[in-house]
């Protein structure tokens, strides 16, 4: 149930009534009111999650697991499918370390479980940008790789085959670290390929203040809000460093 903030008006009348206002307004089918993923950058994005297992399905046929949408959304297309693309998820969870030996573009460390949130959330607006449990482990360990358990794919890799898992953090200098996406590579069913791509680094001032300093060898990208997402992430990290019990998970 949504939270009755959420609506302006409630109206009932006639199927009728209804009718003729569509009319009048040129919505005479569907997609008038619902445009289709083609037509719906967004929509499209959302449906370009991965897909997850559905837990406890019987399956007499043997160990066929079942999946539904990361995200359930109400499809007005026909979107079914026999044989999937490879740009479709079939997510069923699992460590980095399980798969694969060292992350590539990593030059080494730990890993850390972090909570979903550490991807999806959003600290308020001007957090700051100290990280001291952060910092405290870079320097214990060289670098962390900050895993979460879920993956995510943002506009920039629609349509492919990559997704973020967390992100990573190294010590370059004992004042100057380097942030960048943890990525993975999903085709199908199983990862098959893990990597750290390049970010942003940030120089660590005498008040614990991480701000960004301009490399050569910065992320080519040039766009600012993938980056300020990782500084996000780090921050809910953090959080979650200083005390899990106010996490979920």
């Not at 449906?47 to 406890?56: A, D, K, N, T």
């Not at 910092?135 to 358990?149: S, T």
Request: with cysteine; hydrophobic share 40%.
């Amino acid at each position: 149930p949504l939270p009755a903030e959420c609506f302006l008006a409630h109206i009932e009348a006639d199927c009728a009534v209804f009718r003729e206002l569509a009319a009048e307004a040129g919505l005479v089918s569907t997609n008038d009111v619902f445009p289709s993923p083609t037509e719906d950058p967004i929509l499209d994005a959302l449906l370009s999650l991965p897909w997850i297992p559905i837990p406890g399905i019987a399956n007499p046929v043997g160990d066929i697991p079942a999946f539904r949408r990361g995200i359930e959304l109400p499809e007005y297309d026909d979107s079914f499918v026999k044989i999937a693309s490879p740009t479709v998820a079939f997510y069923r969870g699992g460590k980095i370390e399980d798969f694969f030996d060292e992350v590539d573009g990593f030059p080494g460390g730990i890993a850390v479980q972090v909570p979903e949130i550490t991807i999806f959330g959003s600290p308020d607006r001007g957090f700051p940008r100290v990280y001291p449990k952060v910092l405290a482990m870079l320097k214990k360990h060289g670098g962390v790789v900050f895993e979460a358990p879920t993956l995510v794919k943002f506009p920039q890799h629609i349509g492919g085959l990559f997704y973020q898992k967390g992100i990573a953090v190294d010590l370059v200098e004992p004042d100057l670290v380097h942030l960048g996406a943890l990525m993975v590579r999903h085709p199908g069913q199983e990862i098959d390929a893990v990597g750290v791509n390049r970010g942003w680094f940030h120089r660590i001032s005498e008040d614990g203040v991480w701000r960004r300093e301009t490399r050569e060898d910065d992320c080519p990208c040039g766009v600012d809000w993938p980056h300020e997402r990782h500084l996000s992430s780090l921050y809910i990290v953090e959080h979650f460093l200083a005390d899990s019990t106010n996490f979920n998970e």
